[in-house]
Structure formats: structure tokens, C-alpha cells
């Protein structure tokens, strides 16, 4: 049996921003992925201003490939188009290539990756949690940090399945290289968007969905009619599914991050910066020998807060507010740069 103080399942970027900084504090910690790195994953892949700018200040030095994206465009209906460049540059990556920069920095630094997939934790009387992982080898750990994804095993085992989750559906037009975000707004995919992100070497095109019955053929052929509208040959489809509410673990060494955790933006759906943040926040708890309730509080009360925005934003009066708001390109822009720079429109 092996014996850790940290055991990070999954090596996506919350865990393995999350195992690097432990490694810089001299924690011992081991993330477990059944993936092959470098592999692909359903997402957008770009970072705002917030987020490389919170990434750098975690990882010094962190070098990786992206596209800077100044350009946007949004519309609804038929209305014209509100177009602005934004403050600062959003930076488009390649999740198969950003993930595996996150993972070997980990791993350049002393850290260790091991090769298989959780099934089960237990609570030991010692305090430390004893995790089974399907091949029938067993971790005993100090502490045990869930970043595996939407679909956390170890968040289904303390909390049962998600009640709702946003529905992402994308399509990746490979050669393709404009130079814009793009973001459409329609009573017909209320309440959801159509997307469109320019990203390294080819076109994105995305459609969000809120899903709590898990009817893909029809969103599905939603985003084919879209696709059809805008003259876009459809293409391959694939699919996500990523949990709107979020869960705060019922065991105190057990730490639920990033996806798992449920830590998306409600509205936007934008999961790198919360990865990253929750990934330090973990790291604080575990290092300071804090609650993570209290080292991510912050988090927890921003997450509740953008519910209501949520559902505001689709409400009749919130949608009808957008529409206003999209012949007036001066608002959104500020509304868009002030949002991409902090977390709230206050300066701190």
C-alpha cells in the first residue's frame, strides 16, 4: 500500500495546477489519471485576462501556445451585429496541448503521475482516507483532492449524480482561422447560446444548452440548424456535460475542485480561472491546515451569486435587457472588459 499526504485524482488543470503548488510548498502528493496525456477534451479552450494572469502568478515561468483573440462579435437574431475589441487579449489554446503544458510542469518539478482509474474511498479511523482504484491497488492518503472532471466518481460517491448541468456541444473546423469570438443570442436555443471562438489553426463553433433531462438528439439537432443557418457544413459533433450547481464535500479531507466541485461560471460556462482558483485554494487548505469552506469561501458565495444572474439573464426582462444592450456596443464592451479583468465590477 502506498502511503501519501495528497492524493489528486485527475490531471486536468485544476489538478495538476493543484499538485504543482503543493510541490512548491514540499507536500507529498501523487495525481492518479486514467488518461494518456496528451489527450483532447470538449472545450473552448480560451482564457481570459483573469484567468493567464492567475495562472502566471501560480506557475512562474509557465510557457504554452495560444492565439490572442481581441475581436468580438455578438448578436441577437437577426439585429446587427454589436462588434468591439476587448481590452485585453483572450488567449485561444488547444486543450490536448494546454493540459499536457500544465501536467509536465507538475511533473518537471518532482512530481509524480500514476497511471489508473478511482473507484472507492473510505474513511479510516486514523483520520486518513483509504482510496481503491479499479485495478484493486489501494492509496492511503491525508488528504484526498477530487479534480476528475464533471463526471467526479468521488463527487457521485458523496453526492450523488449532478441535478443540473449546462449541455456543450462543439465542432472544430480544422484550417480554418479567423480572428474572432463570436456569440449569438436566439429565442429558439433559449436558454443557450451559439458560439463561435477562433482558436490555433482552426474554427470552433459551440452550443450551450441547459440540460437537466439529458435529451441530446434534440439539442443536437438544434446546433445542426444553427450550424445550417450561419452556412457552416456540419460536421462532427461531440458532447460534455458540466454541472451548474455546486456541491461542497461532506468529508473535511476530502476537497472538490474545479468540475468537480461543480465550479463553472453559471453563465458563461467558463471553467479554466475557477479551476485554478480552486485549485489554490485546496492547496491553502491543505498546506494551512484550514477548512477548504473557509480558504474557498469566496468561491462558494460567487458561485451562489451567479445563479441568480443566471437566471435573471433568461428571465423576459433579462433577455429583453440584452437585446437593448447589443445596440450599444460602448456598454458591452465595458460591461465585457471590466467582467474578463476581476471577478466583480468593483476594483479591489
Known sequence: MKNIDVLIVGAGPAGSVCGSLLKQAGVDCVIVDQ??????KVCGGGLTVKAWRLLDQLLPGIKYDYRPIYRMRCQFENDPVCEFHSEYEIRMTRRKDFDYTLLQ???????????????????????????????GDQISCRYLVAA???NSLIRRQMTGAPKLH??????????????????HFSNNYKPGVFYKF???????YGFAALESNEDFPRHREKFREALTTFGIPVGRIRGAYIPLNTVQSTVDNVILIGDAGGFANKLTGEGLYDAFKTAANAQRAIVENKPFTETNKEVFRKMEHQVNVFKFFFSPCGW?????????????KWLFDAKMKRETFRKK
Open 320 to 332: 429583453r435587457l440584452i437585446r437593448w444592450g447589443m445596440h450599444h456596443p460602448r456598454l458591452i
Open 105 to 135: 510542469y507538475y511533473m518537471n518539478h518532482g512530481g509524480e503521475l500514476i497511471k489508473g482509474s478511482f473507484a472507492r474511498f473510505e474513511q479510516q479511523t486514523d483520520g486518513r482516507i483509504l482510496v481503491t482504484l479499479k485495478s
Open 148 to 150: 476528475d472532471g464533471a
Open 198 to 204: 477562433s482558436s490555433k489553426g482552426r474554427d470552433m
Open 166 to 183: 449546462a449541455l456543450f456541444l462543439e465542432q472544430y473546423n480544422e484550417g480554418e482561422t479567423d480572428d474572432d469570438v463570436f456569440v
Open 35 to 40: 488518461a494518456t496525456f496528451p489527450r483532447d
